[in-house]
């Protein structure tokens, strides 16, 4: 069976002293692409390094994660740290001569969770309407993070030209994941399917060529401890149930999706 994990952070610290041997069961699981997800100046630099190592199981996609970007200090530990707000255009400088090694832009997008103050969430929309359009101007993917946003995040895009967009762990309800299925955006379903209802809605609402699979490695473990991108198994496990499908059938339609998506 084809499996990917089209989101995880091998950056972070829980990889670093046994990232071959997390790899490895990934592939005797028959794990044969993984993204790994930057979210900030430093992180996109590591991101690029283990794909470079890796590849070609190992893809970065690098990202401008909205807190990062204000300069907010950390919602989570365990990745390097954004010292101060991130430069957009420094970055999107960067990016752009990485192009031809990246599969996508992201994780970017917006998150009310963390960012609570109105002058904040409106500077986190600016800087996210510039990086839709510098995604559109580059042509790739976006990976889009709307944590207590969603329904912002979406019609943001729905206002663009963008057509390639996933949605990262995607939490909005019925509504708003109604109307990103009417715009043909992708939904990335995490390993946590297994434990949480609310991603087994979104499966059983939106078509099979709208489905991706992730792990958001090391956080939202199906199981106990840490979470790797081996553990793709289980949303392509619950999907199949959902859908009544084989678990190939779906494992087959995911990587469809995801050559489709990220080339």
Request: aromatic share 8%; with cysteine.
């Amino acid at each position: 069976m084809i499996l990917v994990d089209d989101h995880c952070h091998l950056t972070h610290e829980l990889y670093k002293n046994d990232l071959d041997q997390v790899l490895e069961r990934a592939r005797k699981a028959g794990v044969v692409a993984i993204i790994c997800s930057g979210v900030n100046v430093p992180t996109n630099r590591e991101a690029l390094e283990i794909a470079k190592k890796y590849t070609p199981l190992v893809r970065a996609s690098l990202g401008i994660y909205p807190v990062d970007a204000l300069g907010i200090p950390a919602d989570e530990s365990g990745l390097s740290r954004q010292e101060g707000p991130i430069d957009l255009d420094s970055e999107f400088d960067f990016i752009k001569k990485n192009k031809h090694d990246i599969a996508a832009i992201g994780e970017v997008g917006l998150d009310s969770h963390w960012v609570k103050d109105p002058e904040l969430q409106k500077k986190q929309r600016e800087n996210f309407a510039r990086v839709i359009q510098f995604a559109e101007d580059i042509k790739k993917p976006l990976v889009v993070h709307t944590r207590d946003a969603e329904s912002d995040a979406v019609e943001m895009l729905a206002s663009s030209s963008v057509k390639n967009v996933v949605l990262h762990c995607f939490t909005g309800r019925k509504s708003v994941v109604k109307r990103a299925i009417d715009l043909g955006y992708y939904f990335s379903i995490p390993a946590i399917i297994e434990k949480l209802q609310h991603f087994k809605m979104i499966a059983e609402m939106a078509s099979i060529n709208q489905l991706l699979s992730e792990t958001d490695g090391p956080w939202l473990s199906p199981i106990s401890g840490r979470n790797e991108p081996a553990n793709v198994l289980y949303t392509v496990r619950n999907i199949a149930k959902v859908k009544g499908f084989t678990e190939e059938e779906v494992a087959n339609n995911i990587w469809l999706n995801f050559q489709r998506v990220f080339g």
